[in-house]
């Protein structure tokens, strides 16, 4: 597979119209001349367009999305290479086609472009298919294996067996409005079309009505129900010819795991995942033309050549969301989330398990971090992100689907330090040390655990003695994230005077503390963890937390951290998950795909309900936490469940990967580890079960 780095190109965000503009620029350039006539065949009248190209070139033909005439498709035409020739047709009852009497149906037409072929002179032709027109391009070339030289499917699917766009999308694509009323286009493109249609839906607009024929609606319903019924799925595995799919990566109306799929199914395909969405082809069509170029001149099995490796894709994401969850986003959570997600398929997955592998912390990926504009969480101002607490809680998920030891990195030093700062600090020392932090120059810590005390850490031993015009700290600190390379240590001490927890900002290289990283771990293995010791270690009077008075406050501290262990745990699972479906369809045991077999689906449903039941808990928590009502035991509930059922969800997939289940390059393996650290972590599953209990007994098991 490949992954397109680059933007949705120029568009011409800030030009309204621009597409346009781009077409009839084109069409200027390249000059080849076209031939546009109607053609009786097989019983239906079509309104053809042929490009001349040279001789001995194959002919391109273009089976067209629903609804839309062939001039839709003239950018990319325009941006081909002007030797190749191209054939493009309005389906009967669209653009300049008549409307047939009778409907027709999408198994039946293969003969239709058969005839097609024959009129023009033509033996054989690469095929390229958009939306609906892939549908038609599959059956084409499982039907007429020998007509089809190459086959390019582009924003499609297989079918009714694909997984749905979401109901709204759905509900939209039943009418031909937006074919047939210019504001109205305008007004859905960004949410049905996605991708370059979000920033500029004009560009939409203009595609669908300044340059494309309006046929009769009763045409845009004869499309519709072609398709009923129709799937290529269990056929996909004798698709003969060699297929390239392109996907866009953010196309609301084919959801890209249905690209992932056919890629699994179809032997030897190319899978190139572009940034954009579904009309992206005519809207960047130089971008995209140049992919196609590139297969279609490929040598006879050249082409295949170009798939990659399996295990180089097996943690990107497939895109889960069977509740249509990602629809309750606001426009910024959206962006969080699809700005961490790029970063996470594009940077983090390729390099995680090396890293992991050497027990280093990945800096340059740490780099980035601020880069992303995601550290601060949900804190306001001091250069902070000032997410809400669902984007904070997707950026989580996010991170801990590619790493889960980038994401405790992020975790410590601004969910736990920055934290701890933002909610105890004084306005001077948040104005002090907050700005640094979120630009990461300098690195925070939070240093609760002790050797004797983790899960009843309010028994805390470590303490604080007024002295002078400060304090002095000591003690030993045990599994402190970033002990070892943090500059500001926030440290939870017993002050000496009254008893209460108290919290102390320790400076770099402060005299006295002594950090040593734990090393042997078989989780989280690339973000260290230290043991330190305190002894006599001088801290300023400035540097004791204005609003740390006692153990409540660390635990309200801790109430914010607990629920990002449920998105923690999320984004863990769904990377197991994605990589046992992937190997699913990909390993094939007694001549059949794993996912052949009932056993294996069970599994797999079984696993997608759980994470299913992880994302409601992940969404009612963030909901909870935006309106100020997420209480402790709530988040240690979040926590617990989405844990237990993450460990099970990673096990599961383990097994389902057999022998590469243990491999570091397929993924779950250290994926299921690195969840051992986050059940254990902010309070171990059965503390926040005593929590709980506690809240619905009204007895306390454990204090
Ligand atoms: C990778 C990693 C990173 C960490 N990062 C930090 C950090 O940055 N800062 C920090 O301060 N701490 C950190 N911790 C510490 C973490 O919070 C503690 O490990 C955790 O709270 C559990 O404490 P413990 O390891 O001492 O286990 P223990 O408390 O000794 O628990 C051992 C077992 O006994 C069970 N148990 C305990 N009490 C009861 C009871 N009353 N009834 C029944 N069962 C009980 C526990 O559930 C557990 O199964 C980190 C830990 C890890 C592993």
């Given at each position: 597979?490949?992954?397109?780095?680059?933007?949705?190109?120029?568009?011409?965000?800030?030009?309204p119209?621009?597409?346009?503009g781009?077409?009839?620029?084109r069409?200027?350039?390249?000059?080849?001349?076209?031939?546009?006539?109607?053609l009786?065949?097989?019983?239906?009248?079509l309104?053809?367009?042929?490009r001349?190209?040279d001789?001995g070139?194959?002919p391109?033909?273009?089976?067209?999305?629903?609804g839309?005439s062939?001039e839709?498709?003239q950018?990319?035409?325009?941006a081909?290479d002007?030797?190749r020739?191209?054939?493009?047709?309005?389906l009967?009852g669209?653009?300049?086609?008549?409307a047939?009497?009778v409907?027709?149906h999408?198994?039946t037409?293969?003969?239709l472009l058969a005839?097609?072929?024959?009129?023009l002179?033509?033996q054989?032709?690469?095929v390229?298919g958009i939306?609906w027109g892939g549908?038609?391009?599959?059956?084409?070339?499982?039907?007429?294996?020998?007509?089809?030289?190459?086959l390019v499917l582009?924003a499609?699917a297989?079918?009714?067996?694909?997984?749905?766009?979401?109901p709204r999308?759905?509900?939209?694509?039943?009418?031909?409005?937006?074919?047939?009323?210019?504001g109205?286009?305008?007004?859905?493109?960004?949410?049905l079309?996605?991708?370059s249609?979000?920033?500029?839906?004009?560009?939409?607009?203009?595609?669908?009505?300044?340059?494309?024929?309006?046929?009769?609606a009763?045409g845009?319903?004869?499309?519709l129900?072609?398709?009923?019924?129709?799937?290529?799925l269990?056929?996909?595995?004798?698709?003969?010819p060699?297929t390239?799919?392109?996907?866009?990566d953010d196309?609301?109306?084919?959801?890209?795991v249905?690209?992932?799929?056919?890629h699994r199914?179809i032997?030897?395909?190319?899978l190139?995942?572009?940034?954009?969405?579904?009309l992206?082809?005519?809207?960047?069509a130089?971008?995209?033309?140049?992919?196609?170029e590139?297969?279609?001149?490929?040598?006879?099995?050249?082409?295949?050549?170009?798939?990659q490796?399996?295990s180089t894709?097996?943690g990107?994401?497939?895109?889960?969301?069977?509740?249509?969850?990602?629809?309750q986003f606001?426009?910024?959570?959206?962006s969080?989330?699809?700005?961490v997600?790029r970063?996470?398929?594009?940077?983090?997955?390729p390099?995680?398990?090396?890293?992991?592998?050497?027990?280093?912390?990945?800096?340059p990926?740490v780099?980035?971090?601020p880069?992303?504009g995601?550290?601060?969480?949900?804190?306001?101002?001091?250069?902070?992100?000032?997410m809400?607490?669902?984007?904070c809680?997707?950026v989580?998920?996010?991170?801990?689907?590619?790493?889960?030891?980038?994401g405790?990195?992020?975790?410590?030093?601004a969910?736990?330090?920055?934290?701890s700062?933002?909610?105890?600090g004084?306005e001077e020392?948040?104005?002090?040390?907050?700005?640094?932090?979120?630009?990461m120059s300098?690195l925070g810590a939070f240093a609760?655990?002790?050797?004797?005390?983790?899960?009843?850490s309010v028994?805390?031993?470590t303490?604080?003695?007024?002295?002078?015009?400060g304090?002095?700290?000591?003690?030993?600190?045990?599994?402190?994230?970033l002990g070892s390379v943090?500059?500001?240590?926030?440290?939870?001490a017993?002050n000496?005077e009254?008893?209460?927890?108290?919290?102390?900002?320790v400076?770099k290289?402060?005299?006295?503390?002594e950090a040593?990283?734990?090393?042997g771990?078989v989780?989280l293995?690339?973000?260290?963890?230290?043991e330190i010791?305190?002894?006599?270690?001088?801290?300023?009077?400035?540097?004791?937390l204005a609003g740390?008075?006692?153990?409540?406050?660390t635990?309200?501290?801790?109430?914010?951290?607990?629920s990002?262990?449920?998105w923690?745990a999320?984004?863990h699972?769904?990377?197991?998950?994605d990589?046992?479906?992937r190997?699913?369809?990909e390993r094939r045991?007694f001549g059949?795909?794993?996912?052949?077999?009932?056993?294996?689906?069970?599994r797999?449903?079984?696993?997608?309900?759980?994470?299913t039941?992880?994302?409601?808990?992940?969404?009612?928590?963030?909901?909870?936490?935006?309106?100020?009502?997420?209480t402790?035991t709530?988040a240690?509930?979040?926590k617990?469940h989405?844990?237990r059922?993450?460990r099970a969800?990673a096990?599961?997939a383990?097994?389902?990967?057999?022998?590469?289940?243990?491999?570091?390059d397929?993924?779950v393996?250290?994926?299921m580890?690195?969840l051992?650290?986050?059940?254990t972590?902010?309070?171990t599953?059965?503390?926040?079960?005593l929590?709980v209990?506690?809240?619905?007994?009204?007895?306390?098991?454990?204090?």
């Open positions: 597979m490949t992954a397109d780095q680059s933007g949705p190109g120029q568009t011409g965000e800030d030009r119209g621009s597409g346009l781009r077409i009839l620029n069409r200027r350039k390249t000059g080849r001349p076209e031939r546009m006539r109607m009786a065949v097989g019983g239906r009248t309104r053809v367009s042929v001349e190209g001789p070139w194959p391109l033909l273009l089976c067209n999305g629903i839309v062939l839709l498709l950018p990319f035409v325009d081909l002007p030797r020739p191209v054939i493009r047709f309005d009967p669209i653009g300049g086609s008549p047939p009497v409907p027709y999408l198994a037409l293969p003969s005839g097609l072929l024959d009129q002179g033509y054989q032709a690469d390229l939306s549908g038609l391009a599959q059956q084409f070339a499982l039907r007429r294996p020998q007509r089809v030289r190459r582009v499609t297989p079918g009714v067996l694909m997984v749905p766009a979401s999308i759905l509900l939209r694509m039943l009418t031909p409005r937006r074919h047939q009323d210019p109205y286009a305008a007004r859905v493109a960004g949410e079309y996605g991708g249609a979000r920033k500029n839906p004009t560009v939409a607009r203009d595609l669908l009505h300044a340059t494309t024929r309006l046929g009769p009763r845009y319903y004869y499309q129900i072609a398709q009923l019924g129709w799937t290529s269990p056929w996909l595995p004798k698709l003969r060699p390239l799919i392109l996907a866009g196309d609301p109306i084919i959801p890209l249905n690209a992932r799929i056919m199914l032997r030897g395909s190319k190139h995942v572009y940034r954009g969405g579904h992206e082809l005519a809207a960047d130089a971008r995209l033309a140049s992919v196609v590139a297969f279609l001149n490929a040598e006879p099995g050249e082409e295949l050549a170009m798939t490796a399996p894709h097996l990107e994401s497939l895109g889960t969301d069977f509740f249509s969850v990602r629809e606001t426009d910024e959570e959206w969080r989330f699809i700005t997600r970063f996470v398929d594009e940077e983090v997955v390099v995680a398990g090396a890293y992991w592998e050497r027990a280093e912390i990945c800096w990926l780099k980035r971090l880069e992303l995601i550290v601060g969480e949900d804190i306001t101002g001091y250069g902070c992100a000032g809400s607490p669902m984007a809680g997707l989580t998920m996010e991170l801990h689907r590619g790493d889960g030891s980038l405790v990195f992020l975790g410590v030093h969910g736990l330090a920055m934290h700062i933002a909610m105890c004084s020392q948040k104005a002090r040390w907050l700005p640094d932090m979120a630009r300098k609760l655990t002790e050797p004797e005390h983790g899960s009843d028994a805390l031993e303490s604080a003695r007024p002295d002078g015009d304090w002095v700290l000591n003690g030993s600190k045990r599994w402190i994230g943090a500059d500001l240590v926030v440290v939870w017993r000496t009254d008893g209460q927890v108290n919290g102390f900002v400076e290289g402060a005299p006295g503390y040593r990283v734990i090393e771990k989780s293995r690339s973000v260290w963890q230290a010791t305190l002894d006599d270690v001088r801290v300023p009077a400035g540097n004791r740390a008075r006692s153990f409540k406050d635990t309200r501290v801790l109430a914010t951290t607990r990002t262990c449920a923690a999320l984004g699972a769904t990377a197991a998950y990589a046992a479906l190997y699913a369809l045991q059949e795909p794993l996912a052949s077999f009932q056993i294996i689906q069970q797999l449903v079984s696993m997608l309900a759980d994470l039941a992880m994302q409601l808990y992940c969404l009612q928590i963030g909901r909870l936490a935006e309106a100020g009502r997420l402790p709530v240690g509930l979040a617990m989405n844990t059922k993450a969800i096990a599961d383990r097994d389902m990967l057999g022998g590469n289940g243990i491999l570091l397929y993924q393996m250290r994926h580890v690195d051992e650290a986050i059940h972590f902010e309070g599953e059965t503390m926040q079960t929590i209990g506690r809240q619905i007994t009204g007895i306390g098991a454990f204090t």
